[in-house]
């Protein structure tokens, strides 16, 4: 729809999966930067309409508005587009917003800022609303500060399994590992926030053991489901099925 077409040219990179991923420069980067700023532009318009259906039937007086997203975006970094594949910093990070109408809750200047999850988004919410967080809920409320032994968060997409590590203050490591092929990557996002060296192969040994350690659950579920994947699907046998021909519905 021309209304939502603002920036053009675009190219809308999903169409040929091979323009995805390459390690090659890619071609037309304006367009598809353009493709996912139209798409923004369609979702801020389609928010404002739900919005105001919810105003109109009065819901908005007293609520808490929230928008987030379930992954971001690669536009080019690291010669990447979508989201499918990876995960660096672009296709990790996600917006969060919180809009209070009728209420006043804790100061914005109170909320944890940090490595934070999706996790910590529910929980949030009820701290907002005033309602206990379920006893089985892995999150904290942004409102609340970590305990001193909430040092690490784990990610993961497809294959690839990591972790924050801010054990050291001043540094937020990020570490992540392939399930199948075992390459691991590590970079410290305070002094190298656009993931541009790899200090896997300085780091010492220890800290090495620590982080693989703490991924192995992760890993091995990913492999289990990979071998259960590539087993060949067994046709009924012949006993199996006379078994099943001879059997009678009861009376």
Do not use: C
Request: zero cysteines.
């Amino acid at each position: 729809h021309p209304e939502f077409a603002a920036h053009l040219p675009v190219e809308n990179y999903y169409r040929d999966l091979s323009k995805m991923f390459r390690k090659e420069p890619l071609g037309p980067v304006a367009a598809r930067i353009n493709y996912y700023d139209n798409g923004v532009r369609q979702a801020d318009a389609m928010i404002e309409s739900i919005l105001q259906i919810l105003k109109n039937k009065g819901y908005l007086e007293k609520a808490l508005v929230v928008i987030t997203a379930d992954h971001g975006e690669s536009l080019g970094e690291h010669q990447r587009y979508g989201h499918v594949e990876g995960v660096f910093e672009p296709m990790l990070h996600i917006p969060l917003l919180f809009q209070r109408i009728g209420f006043a809750g804790t100061p914005v200047s109170a909320f944890r800022n940090g490595p934070n999850s999706q996790v910590d988004v529910a929980p949030t919410i009820m701290q907002e609303l005033g309602l206990p967080s379920p006893a089985t809920w892995q999150g904290t409320a942004l409102q609340k500060k970590l305990a001193k032994d909430q040092q690490f968060l784990f990610f993961e997409q497809q294959h690839e399994h990591g972790l924050l590590d801010w054990q050291t203050p001043g540094n937020i490591w990020k570490y992540w590992r392939h399930a199948l092929t075992l390459n691991e990557h590590a970079f410290e996002l305070v002094s190298d926030p656009l993931e541009a060296h790899d200090q896997m192969p300085v780091l010492g040994e220890t800290l090495k053991r620590q982080w693989r350690r703490l991924l192995t659950p992760l890993q091995a579920k990913a492999v289990e489901l990979k071998k259960a994947e590539e087993l060949p699907q067994l046709a009924p046998s012949s006993s199996s099925t006379a078994i099943k021909a001879n059997q009678t519905s009861p009376e």
